[in-house]
């Protein structure tokens, strides 16, 4: 097996550390592993997610997974069933008014990500690892693109597609109106440890 290693300083908070390790064994799977060990000196705010985004071809636009869907699901909105479910990419962004979060998908084993000749990258939990299922997302925009744009005409025509593989998300509030905080059991303290497992292969 060969491994690579990174090691992240966080900008404003430098002591804390974010390792980054990829496995590949011989038989070309890779065991991503991403550990965040907390911050706990108060210089972090609540934090909106921890994973790993990629920019993939834009011709990867279908999403098979098995997990909570088949719509979008988050932390404070696990009203869904857990199956095999479908979709694409550009049926999981919803067009709101103010382009923001869209397209979570909780509670995930697996997930395949393919052109249309069936070609692609399966994610699915890494069970030597911590076991846990994943939230994921498949979109033709970036988390920075949606937070960036004001209106949906400023999103850019999509030339990649954008695969988030997150160990966890906070909600997304809104209880009786989208200006309602998110309850404490669904943030993220800057002080909680948190991993990701996952196996990456080809097809």
Sequence with gaps: AVAVTYTYELAIAQRTKVTVRYVADVDGRIALHVEYPGEHDGELPTIPAFGIEWA?????????????????????????????????????????????ETGNHEDVRWAEITDDSGHGLRVSRDEAGNGKPFAMSLLPYSSAMLEEALHQDELPEPKRMFLRVLAAQMGV???????????????????????LDVNLELF
């Design 56 to 100: 993939l071809p834009v011709q990867y636009a279908n999403l098979r997974f098995y997990g909570a869907g088949p719509e979008e699901t988050y932390a404070d909105r696990k009203h869904a069933k857990l199956g095999i479910w479908r979709t694409t990419a550009f049926d999981d962004h919803a067009s709101y008014l103010l382009p923001q």
């Design 173 to 195: 509030g809104g209880d009786d109106s989208w200006m309602s905080p998110v309850h404490a059991q669904y943030q993220l303290p800057a002080d909680r440890p948190l991993s």
